[in-house]
């Protein structure tokens, strides 16, 4: 069965520099989260996308933006790049249905992840 | 403190033995996720759960709504399972999961 899919695995930045995070979501898929994992750390939600449109934002700093795009990939931007952003960025996607009992269900299938390093 | 709090965070134990990772969380759930993550880095979603009990091969996850926890036991630990398992979840009224701390799992032949 098709997953997530993430571009690039693994990705190395100077400071001040951009980086472009891609996300290909389960066909299907709506919903697109970001997720950023620093060492050590548990995973921080970013931001998502439902329909193209941002549903939630967390913790991601001004520096970062993000987009879902007409065939549901996303794309997170990440501009003047600091130490401190290196970490392990997860995408996530899910398809909302309604269960049996009329109750909505939006399991979340994770990407095997970009690991972004910057020196 | 955290609004997903997992025990342990280091568990080891000898092949074949039953492991229990537990999970409690402080806020209003509309579903809990168990995720394993290996050294590589990738998550895989294990379970999904808003009440009840699920099983998949040697894996079982528990979730008591009133209490506030659950628990994923693993069957017949296997060196393979070594790994660290998340508790997620995901808070009313919205959709993202928010993450407890992990438990890392190490069994040894």
């Known amino acids: 069965a098709a997953g997530v899919i993430q571009s690039p695995r693994h990705l190395i930045k100077e400071k001040r520099e951009t980086a472009t995070l891609k996300c290909y979501p389960i066909?299907?898929?709506?919903?697109v989260y970001w997720y950023q994992q620093g060492p050590g750390q548990d995973p921080q939600f970013l931001i998502s996308f439902y329909e193209k449109m941002q549903s939630d934002k967390g913790s991601i700093p001004d520096r970062f933006s993000a987009q879902q795009f007409s065939d549901y990939h996303s794309e997170l931007n990440m501009s003047s790049l600091e130490l401190g952003d290196s970490a392990l960025y997860f995408c996530?996607?899910?398809?909302?249905?309604?269960?049996?009992?009329?109750?909505?269900?939006?399991?979340?299938?994770f990407g095997p992840g970009t690991r972004l390093t910057v020196l | 403190k955290n609004e997903v709090e997992q025990s342990p965070q280091n568990l080891t134990a000898q092949e074949g033995e039953f492991i229990t990772i537990n999970c409690s969380y402080s806020v209003g759930i509309s579903a809990l996720h168990w995720l394993q993550q290996h050294p590589g880095g990738g998550i895989v979603s294990l379970f999904m759960l808003s009440s009840g009990k699920k099983k998949h091969g040697r894996l079982i996850a528990t979730i008591n709504i009133q209490e506030k926890h659950s628990s994923l036991h693993i069957t017949a630990s296997h060196p393979r399972d070594s790994a660290v398992y998340i508790c997620a979840v995901r808070i009313q009224g919205a959709q993202k999961l928010v993450f407890g701390q992990g438990t890392r799992l190490t069994i040894n032949p």
């Open positions: 066909p299907r898929h709506d919903t």
């Open positions: 996530a996607s899910s398809f909302f249905e309604l269960t049996v009992n009329r109750r909505g269900r939006y399991e979340q299938f």
